[in-house]
Structures are given as C-alpha cells and as structure tokens.
C-alpha cells in the first residue's frame, strides 16, 4: 500500500529523538538508500511510524555489527520477501476463485483460461551474488 503524505509527520529533529540517532544519522541513512522519508513541496523531510519501526531494525543491526552496506542488503531481502508474500497471497486468492468456479461448473473467467496467454506477473529476481549456486 503506498504511503500517503499525511502519514509522515516527524520532522527531522523529532525523528531522530525518537529513534535516539543524531539528525546527522538520518540524513546519512538516506544518502545510503536506507530510509526515504517523505518530502513536502519545500523539500522538508517528513517521518512516518513505518520510517521510524525501519530505524529500529538499522538500530538492530547496526548494534549487531552489520555495516551500512549489509543493512542495505537486509532491508532489500526483507522488503522482497514482503513482496513475494503479497503476491503469493494473491496467487493462492485467485487460485482458491478459479477451483469455486471449477467445482460449481461455472463459466471461466475471461482472460485466465487462454491457452498460451501468461496472466501471471512477472518475478523480479534479486541479484544475490552467486549466493545459491551450487
């Protein structure tokens, strides 16, 4: 679900408070990719519950002796595997549609019976650095 405007309402200094970093900190976080905060038409940085729970888990890790670059690399596996179960959720959502309509003998939907024709969506694959070659 994307984030609406009025869902980020931290400015920086509250933010970094809350989260128990220097402004400093946020502003590297998001040189790094890490968090995007929202930005008002005069390019204020505004926080939202969810930039302030992604803190917590670069906090985490961090303090776990992960640097910038594999936090990077945590939070992008973390946010795909979000993504794949969103998709898988739909998936199995139309899959449990397409067997009603297989029981009941009900005429097929338009558009997912076609023979050859592809109605799934594509899957971006990560680069994971050769991690699962065997």
Do not use: C, F, W
């Not at 005069?42 to 992604?54: A, F, I, K, N, V």
């Not at 890790?61 to 795909?80: F, H, I, K, P, Y």
């Amino acid at each position: 679900m994307p984030r609406e405007p009025g869902d980020a309402v931290y400015i920086i200094s509250v933010a970094a408070e809350l989260a128990g970093v220097h402004p400093q900190t946020l502003r590297i976080y998001e040189r790094r990719g890490l968090i995007s905060p929202h930005r008002t038409p005069g390019g204020t940085r505004r926080y939202s519950e969810e930039d302030l729970e992604r803190l917590g888990m670069i906090q985490e890790l961090t303090a776990d002796g992960v640097n910038l670059e594999g936090v990077r690399l945590v939070m992008e596996m973390r946010d795909e595997i979000e993504r794949l179960q969103k998709q898988v959720s739909r998936l199995r959502r139309l899959l449990g549609e397409a067997e009603q309509r297989y029981q009941s003998g009900g005429p097929p939907r338009v558009g997912y019976t076609t023979v050859g024709k592809r109605n799934l969506p594509d899957v971006n694959r990560p680069d994971l650095g050769g991690m699962l070659d065997r």
